[in-house]
């Protein structure tokens, strides 16, 4: 059963619920807009069901919310930002604006941020440039969840990469996709299930392949694509914890397991001014007319449209904001449950909203 | 049965070959620097056996060897560069250098490249970047091959994407790859030995999954790791084609199978000044801690070794400086028959080399 929500009162709600253990305004409603945007878009796994462990980071002292964003090096086109271990979603925005400002000043904007927490979903910046008429690249690396291609025990988070640019039609096209086959939220959901999960999806604690969901847990998730998507998590990685002196490999904290310090998250940012290769306009016009092509191509048995990365996200949030966002009852339990504990009303609203 | 051709002779041997269809001496002498380069590091596929294609383009007047490869936008860190329809790798030599230029200048240099031809292996170009202590990500599209998620019919290319960067160790980290599930050439060869391939590699005709080499010939060889692979292919296309004003997804032409006008082929190169961070030898010291880390993970069954990105092709690589580049009996049939066709000695060699 799905409880719908409008978004505008469900990011009111997280907003004050961030307040309520001391995050100022501003950065509370900047956060909960990243994880209602998530939710909105169908990405359910970075969306408000991340309340919880957000706001018990910030509690425990992991996610400091009044932590001054620093640019440490400024260096022309390229910046390293030190996130003062705040919230990742606010360390990115300040990288985000730094970027989109080089981009337009040298035509490339490329930021390293180190000390920096979980920072949502990465389409959030991404949308961002792109309506400022610039591509961006945003990646992340993330807590050890996969082996590297050979190995057998977690090496490597699911180093996110999301790329995008403006195509002139309603949905900007914005590939965001973790490194890993799947996202680890399902085989959490299969584990409490009981149900077997694909066969490629994970490896058991051994090394070898299984469908056990709940082997697969003390296992590890599998990189996607092979030693390809493990050779682009490890890269991701490099350039998110090795240049920023931010984390990598096993320096970077879980955000849930690991209570003795801050994550040390890291990302990179780069921004870049298509103007500066042609007009806005002449590139926006080409891309529609690719975008277009795609989309006129023969389908696959079964297709009934070709969709473009962004695509489905986008009329996903489009019908979100008019219809409301649609949650899990057990979900909205969780949160009614946050709110009676820092004293938050949960808004009224009605599953046939 | 293979033969080993000393490197040095092989490039001999391909330079000349270049020089008797009208390649001035340096470039002839580049271009099969870079193919001897792709056969030491065991990536056939584009080698030496690509000289025939590579002949036949400049005679047939859809490479220009005498073109003037232009910088036609200079932007800061950014640049438009027209190859003027050379070979890719005249015209990916020069985008690198100013490249790496923009780099120690400003931080980054983004380069995007049109009226380019296939450019060979991407390595060629990230180990010289990497050796000068850059980041260097570059990214190229391809005539068609690939269907997208949900389409049926070849649209996007296996467009490669390459990373690089040093790690103080013997082999630099160098991802190099198609976005590709395998080589089409695979493919190729197992149709002509009437083997089948394994499932996943490809689509017939009508988009069904097939197992049969032929059929998949007639089809579509499929994106690594689905949507995911799709989706960068696609971002790749956009980045080297349509902001460069190159050809993109149809209007990129066959190296192979059209001869009416050049490809028109887009690259994109962005280095990355690692000093701009912190200073090299302290990034060197954490990617070698790292690699290293990576290494010493608990191996799946039957693995000896954990080898990062780049590393096994180093090695083949500096065994074939060694031993000389082995070259299937066949090939060198091949190139023999150049040999003779445009009047050029084959290197004396033996198996035994």
Redesign the interface.
Known sequence: VTVRVPAGALADFCTALFQAVGVPAPVAREVATSLVYADLRGVESHGVARMEIYLRRVTEGMIDPNAEVRVE?D????A?IDGGNHFGVRAGMVALEEAMQRAR????G?I?VRHSNHFGTAAYFVERAVARGL?LIVMSNAPQTM???????P?IGTNPLA?G?PTGRDAP?I?D?ATS?VARGKIIVAAKRKTPIPAGWA?DR???PTTDAQAALEGAVLP??????S??A??I???C?????AG???SVRSMYDDWSKPQNVGHFF?A???E???PLAA?VE??SQ?VG??KN?????G?D?????GEPEHRRAQAGRRDGVALHESLVRDLQALGVRHDVLWPVTSGAL
Not at 105 to 108: A, C, I, Q, S
């Open positions: 090096l260096n022309g086109c390229t390293l000043r040298h035509g490339l490329g390293g591509a082996p590297v291609t050979g190995g057998v025990r090496f790329i640019f096209y590939l996709m086959v490896i051994q090394g070898n996607f694509g092979g030693p390809k998507g050779g682009l490890v890269a990685d490099v350039l914890g090795v240049l920023t002196g990598f490999g096993p780069l870049l001014d298509i500066r290769f042609m590139f080409r891309a690719y092509l795609m191509q023969p389908r696959a048995p297709v449209e070709i969709l473009y990365a």
